[in-house]
């Protein structure tokens, strides 16, 4: 059974930092591992992503600020966000995609967190 666990949202000032885990489970294999965000009354947009070979892509939105990485031995993804504005409040979310034993392309969303940047 696959399972998606986030942890490491919470609330921060403006300028601060947090970093965001996500730990998938019930894989045989990953290729994509990404976050999304979701703000209230807004549609959910990419944040960032990353493939098993490391080769990743951002919204331009958050270029220079935000890092996303991945621990393959430990199916992990991480997002470190620095320099946070109160634009980036919203609920994050990651979803990762690969093989199961059911399905060579099967997909799944985390939970979310909620990542609150206020002072």
């Known amino acids: 059974q696959v399972q998606l666990v986030e942890s490491g949202g919470g609330l921060v000032q403006p300028g601060g930092s947090l970093r965001l885990s996500c730990a998938a489970s019930?894989?045989?294999?990953?290729?994509?591992m990404d976050w999304y965000r979701q703000a209230p009354g807004k549609q959910r947009e990419l944040v960032a992503h990353?493939?098993?070979?490391?080769?990743?892509v951002y919204a331009d939105f958050v270029k220079g600020r935000f890092t996303i990485s991945r621990d393959n031995a430990k199916n992990t993804v991480y997002l470190q966000m620095n320099s946070l504005k109160p634009d980036d409040t919203a609920v994050y979310y990651c979803?990762?995609?690969?093989?199961?034993?059911?399905?060579?392309?099967?997909?799944?969303w985390g939970q979310g967190t909620q990542v609150t940047v206020s002072s």
């Open positions: 990353i493939l098993t070979d490391g080769s990743t």
């Open positions: 019930g894989f045989l294999t990953i290729r994509i």
């Open positions: 979803y990762v995609r690969g093989r199961t034993t059911t399905s060579d392309n099967f997909g799944s």
